[in-house]
């Protein structure tokens, strides 16, 4: 299957990213360095915040979508709608809802829900999606966000 | 700009309009291939001569390397000298400027918003995280709140 162009990509596609077990040492290690916060570095801390526990950054969560997302765009056989993307304007409606704590694996998943063009250039145009991390034991939504990629454009 | 305190600053601190300091934060070509590795593994964020003929025109750090190392700017500029109890989200991120090999960031947190809980002792305070390159061009904007304990809570 060749990669889809932005002119390709349907609303509403929803792919499955994959899942991801947070450690503690990971999530230590991630937030010594970004976000040294005691309740994401300091466990013995953490346990006197109001979270209870050593929790992952939020940043964290958000770098973990990425990682699943190029993961499944290499394993799609063209089916992923990132494959002519790579470069982002940004992200809106963030949103941490849940606390991630070591042990933890949150299911990923990625729904196309709008494209965009730009008036500025004609070679690629913004496709948007959805973008929810799910507690895999609860199915609890712990983590969503909007997702902004800039995607080729067929060439005319 | 304000300088280190010694007593946290509350809710009722953080009036419309001030101001935080953080950064600077200077960038290296190995952190930027580190976190890409890790996290963002694309030709543009690994590989100098790739990136050459990306969108990007070059060597350039990944949008959420760039939200970490904004997050450590907020976390010492802002978070150590708040009583504060842990962020939410963030409304918007925009990634306007590539953030290459060599630049040195420095953020300015401007509160933009405050709303107060109306049953529990601490209140929401939004801050636009506008970061600068050493051009001084502004490379990203983020929105950032953080729950703040009131003062007397």
Redo the contacts between chains.
């Keep these: 299957m060749t990669p889809l162009y932005w002119e390709e990509i349907e609303i509403g596609g929803r792919r499955e990213l994959g899942t991801y077990r947070f450690s503690e040492e990971e999530i230590v290690r991630?937030a010594r360095?970004?976000?040294?916060?005691p309740?994401h570095v300091d466990p013995e801390a953490a346990k006197q915040?109001?979270?209870g526990g050593l929790i992952a950054?939020?940043?964290h969560t958000?770098?973990?979508w990425?990682?699943l997302a190029?993961a499944e765009r290499a394993r799609s056989g063209g089916a992923s709608p990132l494959l002519r993307a790579?470069?982002?304007?940004?992200?809106?409606?963030?949103?941490?809802l849940k606390p991630v704590r070591p042990g933890m694996t949150l299911r990923y998943a990625s729904t196309t829900v709008g494209k965009v063009e730009l008036k500025s250039r004609s070679d690629?145009a913004i496709l948007l999606t959805r973008n929810e991390a799910h507690d895999a034991a609860t199915g609890e939504l712990v983590f969503a966000?909007t997702g902004k990629g800039?995607v080729q454009r067929r060439p005319r | 700009m304000e300088q280190a305190m010694t007593t946290p600053l509350h809710f009722e601190d953080f009036t419309l309009g001030r101001t935080f300091a953080g950064g600077p934060y200077a960038v290296t070509k190995e952190e930027i291939v580190e976190f890409a590795r890790e996290f963002d593994p694309q030709p543009h964020h690994l590989d100098e001569e790739a990136a050459k003929t990306s969108l990007l025109g070059g060597l350039a750090a990944s949008g959420w390397h760039t939200c970490a190392m904004t997050m450590r700017m907020f976390a010492d500029g802002v978070i150590a000298k708040a009583a504060a109890r842990g962020g939410i989200g963030s409304p918007e991120g925009r990634w306007m400027k590539p953030v290459r090999p060599g630049d040195v960031l420095r953020m300015e947190a401007e509160v933009i918003a405050t709303k107060a809980s109306e049953s529990k002792p601490f209140g929401f305070v939004t801050f636009a995280c506008k970061v600068f390159n050493q051009r001084e061009q502004v490379a990203t904007i983020q929105m950032t709140p953080i729950v703040a304990t009131r003062s007397g809570a």
């Design positions: 991630f360095k970004y976000d040294p916060q309740f915040s109001i979270f950054s939020g940043w958000a770098a973990i990425m990682k190029i790579g470069v982002s304007p940004g992200y809106e409606d963030m949103r941490w690629v966000f800039l």
